[in-house]
């Protein structure tokens, strides 16, 4: 999540489970020192070094200013609000693409909608 990416991805699920096994945990540029020992000691191979408890999570470092009786209870404020009347929430790179519909089956209707409903006056209250 930090990265965009998880750290042992790859488009072939074998070679992913054999780099879960394998690879050394590498890390972004921008990923700061805790957010490193965090994910360093939640991710160990060796079940015995990895952290588990709940109580060394939320006391660990990387949550150093976040309250987490504040969280729990829904006290504190949403870090982002996504523009709901808006598609500047998604990068130009995919709103930017030409438009396009699928393809029809042979009953006439777009197969990914058929039956499809939607009202835009109430989907997001203000």
Avoid: W
């Amino acid at each position: 999540m930090l990265c965009g990416i998880p750290p042992f991805y790859d488009e072939n699920v074998t070679e992913m489970y054999d780099l879960i096994l394998k690879k050394p945990l590498e890390f972004d540029e921008g990923v700061s020192p805790a957010a490193r020992d965090l994910l360093t000691k939640l991710l160990d191979r060796d079940p015995a070094k990895r952290m588990q408890s709940v109580e060394a999570f939320k006391a660990h470092p990387f949550f150093a200013d976040l309250d987490f009786n504040a969280l729990y209870n829904r006290q504190l404020p949403a870090p982002f609000k996504p523009d709901p009347k808006g598609t500047n929430n998604f990068s130009t790179e995919f709103t930017s693409l030409p438009k396009r519909m699928s393809t029809k089956h042979a009953g006439g209707q777009h197969a990914n909608i058929n039956g499809f409903t939607y009202n835009g006056d109430s989907a997001i209250p203000q």
